[in-house]
């Protein structure tokens, strides 16, 4: 999109009007940063997603790859596409997603956030958490895309809780995804049997249907308090960065909403791609 181009779409969406439906809600386990340039199963089911939602006024993403001290969110006009990864072919390091950013949504997120002090960032951009999934939704870079980092400081009802005050820019049209893996386990992976789909250890299986369920059942409390959720769930959860954006997405579930699993398959053993998508539209 050229500045002048840009210019004139942020000046007509500058106010983003409430529309008589709110826009759905992504967890999008988003995996290897290849997906971002691969025809895979995973890729070709972001593309079909986009076909399925209404088309976004913004997108705002939570990834597992901005982990700050403190809450901070990017508000430049055009935000840069961060390659925040090694050891992988020069295709996917050239890769440019030139999406425009959205200050004055950011400005307005900011001042939606009352549980903490959010900082209007400049400096980052969007990490393959965000752009390896959005380039394939809206190829076209034509519509604003946001960041929010996860305050690393913070435990999961921390993460919960700022995340329900987010809850009117589904109003206004904003697609928020909460980008990382349900599973999560590097250290365990299987990297002899990443071509054998669906292989899983015990631990990863139980693991993914034990959040499942919760989610499921709407036990938002228990999948906060996940480190009490037993040795499974320990293994899937090492660190935190890549569980903590389902949570971001769970906090929007409004009580219309439906639950749909997606992409829900494992990856090498110690890693699932299970996606969910939160929304009180017809399918």
């Known amino acids: 999109m050229s500045i002048a181009g840009f210019s004139a779409f942020r000046n007509f969406t500058s106010t983003l009007p409430d529309q008589d439906f709110l826009m759905p809600v992504l967890f999008i386990g988003h995996g290897s940063p290849m997906n971002g340039i691969q025809d895979t199963e995973f890729s070709r089911r972001w593309t079909k997603m986009a076909t399925e939602i209404p088309t976004p006024k913004a997108v705002l993403v939570i ?23 090694g050891g992988f072919p020069d295709e996917l390091f050239a890769v440019q997603y030139p999406a425009p950013g959205y200050p004055e949504l950011a400005k307005e997120t900011a001042n939606l956030i009352t549980t903490t002090q959010v900082e209007l960032d400049h400096d980052w951009g969007l990490d393959h958490g965000t752009w390896t999934i959005i380039r394939h939704m809206y190829p076209d870079a034509n519509i604003p895309v946001l960041q929010l980092s996860i305050d690393y400081t913070k435990g999961g009802q921390f993460h919960y809780e700022l995340a329900r005050e987010l809850v009117a820019l589904r109003k206004k049209g904003v697609l928020i995804v909460g980008s990382g893996n349900m599973v999560h386990n590097l250290r365990m992976v299987a990297w002899n049997r990443l071509d054998d789909p669906g292989f899983g250890y015990d631990w990863a299986i139980a693991a993914n249907e034990q959040f499942k369920s919760l989610i499921v059942s709407g036990n938002h409390k228990a999948l906060m308090e996940y480190g009490s959720l037993g040795r499974e769930a320990q293994l899937a959860i090492p660190t935190p960065e890549h569980y903590l954006p389902l949570l971001y997405s769970l906090a929007l579930q409004g009580p219309a909403d439906t639950i749909d699993f997606f992409n829900d398959q494992l ?17």
């Open 63 to 85: 990834s597992a790859h901005w982990f700050t001290r403190g809450t901070k969110i990017t508000a430049m006009d055009f935000p840069r596409t961060i390659h925040d990864f």
């Open 267 to 283: 990856v090498g053993g110690s890693l699932t791609m299970t996606s969910v998508k939160i929304s009180s539209l017809p399918s």
